[in-house]
């Protein structure tokens, strides 16, 4: 079931793939970006990925902490230098995706064949050109995951998400700016 905005986001408190303990409570006070991603070969979740780093100073000094998800293993994972090179931006391997469907994320294979057959070759050459992993999905990686995003404020509520309806449908850069120039936000 899909999560709602206004709501507290569900808490974790789970290891990382770099070893570190990951508690979502210690992130109250800060506003906070979590990305559910497909697998570590995906070009258009590594785009993503690529894009967010590219933002990654000044969304920090904007006070924006950012937790990633992947369904891949951690040795999949750690076997590309471009994630090893998202840290200090904690990666959470979910490849059971307990927490996919706590966070209310879909398995679409028709909207993921849609985006393969509408726009994969243009986003793979893209993820090329920019020296970013793009393999077939190993260790029971899912080809039908949709990704999803979710921005929290201070208390750790969800203010603003977006659950996929093709595979590069996130939310904007824009979007994330404008969250973060919010001064304060209505608390139920």
Sequence with gaps: MRLSLNV?????????????LVDLSNYEGKRTLIGFFRHAGCPFCNLRVHTLMKHKEEL???N???IFFFESKPKTILA???HKGVMPIPIISDPEKVWY???GLE??????????????????IKAKLNKLPVHYMVDGESFSTMPAEFLLDEKLII???KYSTHL???????EIYHFLAKEKFVTF
Excluded at 8 to 20: E, I, N, T, Y
Excluded at 107 to 123: G, M, P, R, W
Excluded at 168 to 174: A, G, H, M, Y
């Design 8 to 20: 507290s986001a569900p808490r974790f408190r789970l290891m990382d793939v770099f070893g570190r």
């Design 60 to 62: 920090a000094a904007k």
């Design 64 to 66: 924006l902490q950012m």
């Design 80 to 82: 590309s230098s471009f």
């Design 101 to 103: 469907k706590i966070y």
């Design 107 to 124: 398995e679409s294979f028709a909207k993921s064949v849609y985006s393969h057959l509408t726009s994969f070759i243009q986003t793979a």
């Design 159 to 161: 203010r603003e998400l």
């Design 168 to 174: 590069n449908d996130r939310l904007s850069v824009e």
